[in-house]
Each structure stands twice: as structure tokens, then as C-alpha cells.
């Protein structure tokens, strides 16, 4: 099978998945509860959410280990668990996507900062080092590092992976806008800034995820492409911009107003194209139709 960026080079753009902690609430994960320890718990409910993005019409679907590192896992008691909980979130992913559609493992932030001293550059390398190894072992086709919001995390976090899989890595930041207009992440850094900074880290596919709706990343991909004409941008946008209602956190972009939108965004540069928060196999669904159209 060809790589992801194999891929692009022939068809262009194409299609990831959508949101995983929409399904896993529906399906009954609750709050406070470990989204990862449901790979070996709820085995057969994640394998459905994985399957629902494939039979969508996702070229690409990611893995139920975004909090799955020891150091978020430690929140749970579970540090001890990192390897088998990657591993088994591999192989469900593995499992639903067969042959012919692609597996990306992912990796979210730590949780702690560099910054402020809570934990050092050893141990989040050697935590992302791990999860990043066991992802491989259990099947996936490329690592993505995502939810970031500060270079140094990142940029560990890329050459770690690098490192243990030899895999292609994508590493995505999540930006909000500023008063002024601007994108940033919570930690300063502007699309333009990562763009510049996890391409020169290794990492082979860049762009954004979380927080902004379409709209907002057609802007986003339009900043990094000032800096980056080449590397694919891989883009998972909410289902627009998150409102309360009812004292619920809500996001009301049907599948086809997102679907509706697909042409702005590959036309700013966009390459690998799913959702994040609220979106569903049938906001994915609703894409396919226009992307493979």
C-alpha cells in the first residue's frame, strides 16, 4: 500500500474522519471517565465508531489514543497501561480501516508545560517515545500529533516519533482568533510560526485541528500557505464554532453546511480534510459526496 503522501501526490486531497469523543459520549463514556481504557472495555463499541468513518468514506481514520500517553494516563492510575492501551487502539483502527485506507496514530498534548518547569524534555520525549512505538506496533500507517499549542511540546513530540517508527508524522496546532484578528494558539504562536517550526522538526504533513470552524481554517491554511507552498495541510474543523444552549456546549453546522464549504478550503491549500468536535459519519459522509465527487 502507498503512504499518505504517496497518496496525495495522486489524488490530491483526501478525506479523514470525524469526531471520536462525540461517539464515545453517545455511546456512554462519561465525563471523568478514560476515553483510552475503552479499547480494551468497550472494545467492540469503539471498532463501530471506527468502522461508521470508513463506511462514510474516509480515506483516513485516526485511533482512540489521543490522551493515551503515561502522563495523561496517570491522571487515571493507568501510566502503566500506555503500551497495551496504544496498541489495542491501533489494531481496532487497523481492523475497521482494512486495505486500501489509511491508519494515523494519534498523539495529543501532555497536559503539563515545559514552560512552567512541571515536567522535562527526558520524560515527555520518552512518554511520546512509547505511544508513538506501541501506535506502530499495533498497526498504524503514520503518527499525528495534535491539539498543539506550543512549539516545544511539539517539536519533541515529532522528533520522538520520528524516531521510535520511522513512520511519516503529521502535527497539527489548534488556533482561536484573537481581538485584533489575528490567529494564536493559547500559547502565542501563530499558524505561520508552526508551519515553519514542525516542518523544520520533521514532520511531513502540517496544519490545524480543534477550535475554529471552516470558515476560520480557510484563514488558517491561507496564513500557512504564505510560509509553505508544498507540505500537504491537513485540516479537522469543528462543526463551527462551539455555543452554549441549554447550559450544553453545542455545534451546529449540519453535514451540509460543512460539505458546502469544502471547495474554499481545498482551494487555500488544504490536502487531508475531516472533522473534530461534533462532527459525525455524517458530516464525513456529507464531504465525501463532494470531495470524491
Known sequence: MKSILEALHDRKVLLSDGAWGTLLH????QIGECPELWNVTHRSDVLTIAKSYIDAGADIILTNSFGAS?????????????KELNEAAADISRTAAGPGHFVLGSIGPSGVMLLMGE???????????MQAEALKKGGVDAICIETMSAIDEAVIAIRAARESTGLEVACTFTFDKTVTGEFRTMMGVSPAEMARAVR????SIIGSNCGNGFDQMVDV????????KTTP???HANAGKPVMKDGMTCFLETPEMMASKINSLVESGANIIGGCCGTTPEHIRA???VIKG
Do not use: Q
Not at 70 to 82: A, I, N, Q, S, V
Open 70 to 82: 503515561p502522563t495523561k494516563l496517570r491522571h487515571y492510575g493507568l501510566e502503566d497501561r500506555c
Open 119 to 129: 515536567v522535562s524534555e527526558d520524560t515527555l520525549y520518552n512518554d511520546f517515545y
Open 221 to 228: 491554511v491561507k496564513e500557512i500557505r504564505s510560509v509553505d
Open 200 to 203: 523544520a522538526a520533521g514532520a
Open 287 to 289: 464531504m465525501a459526496k
Open 26 to 29: 453517545k455511546r456512554g463514556l
Open 233 to 235: 495541510v491537513l485540516v
